[in-house]
T-cell receptor
Framework: EAAVTQSPRNKVAVTGGKVTLSCNQTNNHNNMYWYRQDTGHGLRLIHY???????EKGDIPDGYKASRPSQENFSLILELATPSQTSVYFC?????????FGPGTRLTVL | QQKVQQSPESLIVPEGGMASLNCTSSDRNVDYFWWYRQHSGKSPKMLMSIFSNGEKEEGRFTVHLNKASLHTSLHIRDSQPSDSALYLC????????????FGAGTQLIVIP
């Protein structure tokens, strides 16, 4: 089965601080995704990537940057974290529609 | 406004009953639909997908798709407490691109 891991699993950050969420997949999928999940909104796409070196904006990219240095790794960067970015973040990988999700990172910005 | 609308927001059914969940896309360019299930505290996992008009059955789960109205529904017969979860519907334009638009989900609770 597809394996997607995320780190850290929990993170508390201060307003204005920099936060980096990391994701690793061992499935050799070209596509990787970053979502956030908030009650009442389902999963909302922040950034995605079609392969190493590529990043694309999703539906809610403001306040976030992404980096795909290799096929396996995809990072989400919050340069200046704000309380509105408190959420659960999921990374996923998958080619052809079915996506495999990591366990999620719970981020709290105080 | 979300492109994928799900109803109801929450649903309570007795054990052994039938659960029916609905999903409609407002984007007329989508043609693939996906159902994901997410148990509390866990990550979403794909349950079923459907691309053609009609229905598809896998065990206790049946999915219907009407491409003209961009409406899909998920029916769970003989519901079990282990079916209690958030059910997320997603739509995409083809399968190769891989970008999914998710609805807000239906929270299903199966009462023993």
């Amino acid at each position: 089965e597809a394996a997607v891991t995320q780190s850290p699993r929990n993170k508390v950050a201060v307003t204005g601080g920099k936060v980096t969420l990391s994701c690793n997949q061992t499935n050799n999928h070209n596509n990787m995704y970053w979502y956030r999940q908030d009650t009442g909104h389902g999963l909302r796409l922040i950034h995605y990537s079609y392969g190493a070196g590529s990043t694309e904006k999703g539906d809610i990219p403001d306040g976030y940057k992404a980096s795909r240095p290799s096929q396996e790794n995809f990072s989400l960067i919050l340069e200046l974290a704000t309380p509105s970015q408190t959420s659960v973040y999921f990374c996923a990988s998958g080619d052809g529609g079915e996506q495999y999700f990591g366990p999620g990172t719970r981020l709290t910005v105080l | 406004q979300q492109k994928v609308q799900q109803s109801p927001e929450s649903l309570i059914v007795p054990e052994g009953g039938m659960a029916s969940l609905n999903c409609t896309s407002s984007d007329r360019n989508v043609d693939y639909f996906w159902w994901y299930r997410q148990h509390s505290g866990k990550s979403p996992k794909m349950l079923m997908s459907i691309f053609s008009n009609g229905e598809k059955e896998e065990g206790r789960f049946t999915v219907h798709l009407n491409k003209a109205s961009l409406h899909t529904s998920l029916h769970i017969r003989d519901s079990q407490p282990s079916d209690s979860a958030l059910y997320l519907c997603a739509a995409s334009r083809g399968s190769a691109l891989g970008r999914l638009h998710f609805g807000a989900g239906t929270q299903l609770i199966v009462i023993p």
